[in-house]
């Protein structure tokens, strides 16, 4: 999916979120446990509830790789249920890798090739060599990590450049922006830091920023669109605790549906605010 | 493991080398490729042919999530098959992972809990608490990267904080390494950034340091020995391709023994200059 058919379907669903798909084996519901594959069976019921309120799933791989080779197995089922029914949906593997060249090509073949994903989450440590293998395919996405919603950011993306008097989230998005386009590049900022993103837009006006952070962590949705929004939207809010635990009991689709919903009305007013729609 | 178990290992075997299992589907033998699980056979073959003279085995997971589930699958036989059979051997997780805590918490459950590895390798760029999960496991390691033996190094790892006036590797060992002791982190520092080595033992002096970058990369085992070094040996220096990839005929076995051989021979010398066995 490239970057003007991502805003066609924002401004079709009047959304940007993008649902975190977070499955976590002891957090399920309990009559799902005894069906053959449950996190297949909890990611399906999610989908199907709340694909008509979100323009992106993502699952995180962590959780899937807790579970081993059946993990694997259930994300596999997953991208294939949703490149089935909901071909308009933009998927992102959120794996934070990152490694040399030949690796990263590797990565690439796993999450592109072998799995069907848009877009894989990548860390910036490694420089361009780790980055650049998941730019060479067409229309796939490259999100990389600038400032994250945790904690820990504070311990290194914040020390600033002697040269360039640069923070490092600042040096990895003014270095990084030249290795691809806002056609193959999107960048990670936490909505816990919203009050930064009128800085990083003064770097990256058009880039798409995936914004995770908003709700159990403790981000505003709206601050985040006051501060981010551009032309073409440019923003996938991620929103996973707060949609697919909505509740713990048999009715735990319809009421992630019902939250999703409920998100995509706040969206949808903040689009319509913005001329968008 | 801990570290003085690991440091008896490197006495006994005369040996401080880490094999990389970076296991290419489109690099092994031919007549492997009818097996029922071709990277597990290559991996097996080359683990009985090389554990005389390596005290660690690195499976690269880029190279098991090319390949999907099975890839998992295969890479959980080989951790199997290195715990019934080598009990000694010290295994890493080259995985580079790292996330907010709730979900480094779910990686460190695949790589230590489902997976029995010793050790996995984690980016920095996100902070202690995507760092911390890893290391409430007893005797289990948290490898981080510092200086990377790739060109994309020079992207940010040398940006000088403004305050410090440390670089950006620095400022991670100088950081990091109150998160933890000797006893549960180590470090990546490529060999191909060996004449740093001197820099980076007068910061973690009694850290172990993971060296990848010998041989296809360019870098000189004894320099890192000269430079690294110390009265634990504190290094462990990884050889992939030099040695799995030795022969790509049905000798490959043998010839990744001699080629391991050869690398435990020149160890031996080190280690015995530096008095250590």
Chains 1, 2 share one sequence.
């Not at 805003?7 to 979120?17: A, D, M, P, V």
């Not at 949906?89 to 040399?100: C, E, M, S, T, V």
């Not at 962590?217 to 939207?233: F, R």
Request: some cysteine.
């Amino acid at each position: 999916m490239n970057h003007q058919q991502l805003f066609e379907q924002i401004q079709k669903k009047r959304s940007f979120l993008c649902v975190g798909l977070d499955t976590d084996i002891l957090k399920i519901p309990k009559h799902l446990k005894d069906t053959s594959d449950p996190i297949f069976s909890f990611n399906k019921e999610i989908i199907d509830a709340t694909a008509e309120f979100s323009v992106a799933y993502k699952p995180n791989l962590a959780f899937y790789e807790s579970l081993g080779w059946q993990g694997w197995e259930s994300l596999e089922k997953t991208v294939h249920y949703v490149r089935e029914k909901y071909q308009d949906i933009f998927l992102i593997a959120d794996a934070k890798r990152g490694d040399i060249g030949n690796t990263s090509n590797l990565y690439a073949r796993a999450f592109f090739d072998k799995l069907d994903f848009d877009a894989i989450t990548v860390a910036p440590y490694m420089g361009e060599d780790s980055v650049k293998p998941f730019m060479t395919y067409l229309d796939k996405w490259v999100i990389l990590l600038a400032l994250t919603s945790n904690k820990g950011a504070f311990d290194f993306q914040f020390l600033k450049d002697e040269k360039s008097g640069d923070q490092l989230f600042e040096s990895v998005l003014k270095t990084s922006k030249d290795w691809g386009s806002n056609e193959s590049m999107m960048y990670v900022v936490g909505a816990t830091k919203a009050e930064k993103l009128k800085e990083i837009r003064e770097i990256v006006p058009n880039h798409f920023l995936l914004v995770p952070g908003v709700g159990a962590q403790g981000g505003s949705l709206q601050e985040v669109a006051k501060n981010g929004m551009n032309n073409k939207c440019g923003l996938l809010v991620n929103s996973s605790r707060g949609i697919i635990y909505a509740s713990a009991e048999t009715d735990f689709a319809e009421k992630a549906g019902e939250a999703a919903k409920k998100v995509q009305q706040e969206m949808e007013i903040l689009l319509s605010e913005s001329k968008l729609i």
